[in-house]
């Protein structure tokens, strides 16, 4: 159950986008419509802000928008704001053969 | 409203056991598959485990399996890990989660604000 592969780090100034990718195999992230992406704030729960690939909980902006290609997941900010600024994590299911559930390693977002 | 509180955490020994427990309140809890995420110090969010809405159907990571259990009681609305030969790589705030839907899909929608479990001589 290797990690998803996230970018350590982005950054982008406020009112611009930022784009996370998130890389799996042909056996999580391309295999199943089941990628959600989180937000994590310090000392705070990780709050969902992504799932099924591209759709976005209720309350969540539409700032927020989620893609996949191939084994590639992306997540896309756009008219970044400083409270936008956290750890930003991909997951996938990573099957129905063996139940496991997989994160990608974590993304630190900076708003300069 | 949703509310999870995890409860159990603690400093252990190694080779100890644990049990973390999970209290759900403000939704029907059999609705919904359940896991639990650790975030160790300094490190990322990691699955540890999941379990479907009525516990036929479990999961573990790798980094857990046979050590590991996962269980449910629909009847208390609470979710439970039994946590046995801890290792110091186990150190970590435990979350429990709720899954969008009955079977386990790894999409968490509610999270507790998590135990610490500390695995130290």
């Known amino acids: 159950q290797p990690a998803l592969t996230q970018p350590r780090s982005v950054s982008g100034s406020p009112g611009q986008s930022v784009t996370i990718s998130c890389t799996g195999t042909r056996s999580d992230v391309g295999a199943y419509d089941y990628v959600s992406w989180y937000q994590h704030h310090p000392d705070k729960a990780p709050k969902l802000i992504i799932y099924?690939?591209?759709k976005r909980p209720s309350g969540v902006p539409d700032r927020f928008s989620g893609s996949k290609s191939g084994n590639t997941a992306s997540l896309t900010i756009s008219g970044l704001q400083a409270d936008d600024e956290a750890d930003y994590y991909c997951?996938?299911?990573?099957?129905?053969?063996?139940?496991?559930?997989?994160f990608g390693g974590g993304t630190k977002l900076t708003v300069l | 409203e949703v509310h999870l509180l995890e409860s159990g955490g603690g400093l252990v020994q190694p080779g100890r056991s644990l049990r973390l427990s999970c209290a759900a309140s403000?939704?029907?809890?059999?609705?919904?598959?359940m896991h639990w995420v650790r975030q160790g110090p300094g490190k990322g969010l990691e699955w540890v485990s999941g379990?479907?809405?009525?516990?036929?159907?479990?999961a573990y990571a790798d980094s857990v399996k046979g050590r590991f259990t996962i269980s449910r009681d629909n009847a208390r609305d609470s979710l439970s890990l039994q946590m046995t030969s801890l290792r110091a790589e186990d150190t970590a705030l435990y979350f429990c989660?709720?899954?969008?839907?009955?079977?386990?899909?790894?999409?968490?929608?509610?999270w507790g604000q998590g135990t610490l479990v500390t695995v130290s001589s």
């Open positions: 989660t709720r899954d969008l839907r009955t079977e386990v899909t790894g999409e968490l929608d509610y």
């Open positions: 403000g939704f029907v809890f059999d609705d919904y598959a």
């Open positions: 099924d690939v591209s």
């Open positions: 997951c996938s299911t990573g099957g129905a053969y063996d139940l496991s559930v997989v």
């Open positions: 379990i479907n809405w009525g516990g036929s159907t479990v």
